[in-house]
């Protein structure tokens, strides 16, 4: 899949329409997550933890970390649609501009709707971008393409990475709680829930291996 690929067929307005709203609720779900307290998805504790010691913003990490994932599709063999170029930059952007709209919440009657709404619009967001046919995050192609190097399997390569993501995470500050668990268990339900209800009628079918991923990060992570 090149960057082009796509750009045509029927449906092409719906698709780019789901696929940047897709990415910006993405981010807005983020960016929700941050401001629950109560932890945040596995590439989130990383970008936490990593703007933590830089200063930087976590939108602003989240799109470095993206580009440097991204890279990583080289040795690999892996080729980005627009929708991986588009999610290193899109979800970032949109996670900052929410943490500077969304104040902070105090005490559980506020942190756990707060919670709950940014893992629901996790799913959401996630059925919008992966339906609309465009390319894996970077995230994602980096678990896609080592299962297709390795011959390990999916979960097994995705578990691996996102261990490691939340273990380098946590140790660099970033926030592990029960929102992190309660993400991990509900994403992948709901991701395939609502990619079943966004799924854009085309003759090609969506890859399996995108439609079990999440992003990054999807049902992986944008």
Known sequence: MSIASGLHGRHL????????????????SSALLVRSGLGLEPWGVLHQGLAEKT????????????AVVLLLWVPIRQRPGLGTVSNVFVIGLAMDGTLALVPDVDGLVEQVPVLLLGIVLNGV??????????????????????????????????????????????????????????????????????????????????????????????????
């Open 13 to 28: 307005t719906r698709r780019l329409v789901q696929l940047y709203a897709g990415l910006t609720l993405y981010g807005v």
């Open 125 to 222: 967001a996630t059925g919008l971008y992966i339906a609309a046919r465009f390319g894996p995050g970077p995230r994602d192609g980096l678990m896609t393409g080592l299962h297709r190097l390795t011959g390990r399997s999916i979960r097994l390569v995705r578990t691996a990475i996102e261990v490691v993501v939340v273990a380098t995470g946590f140790l660099l500050g970033g926030s592990v709680g029960v929102g992190t668990v309660l993400y991990a268990l509900a994403i992948g339900p709901l991701a395939q829930f609502f990619l079943r209800r966004f799924a854009v009628p085309d003759p090609a079918p969506v890859p399996s291996e995108v439609a079990t991923g999440t992003p990054e990060g999807a049902i992986l992570r944008p």
């Open 55 to 66: 200063g930087l913003t976590i939108g602003v990490v989240s799109i470095i970390v993206g």
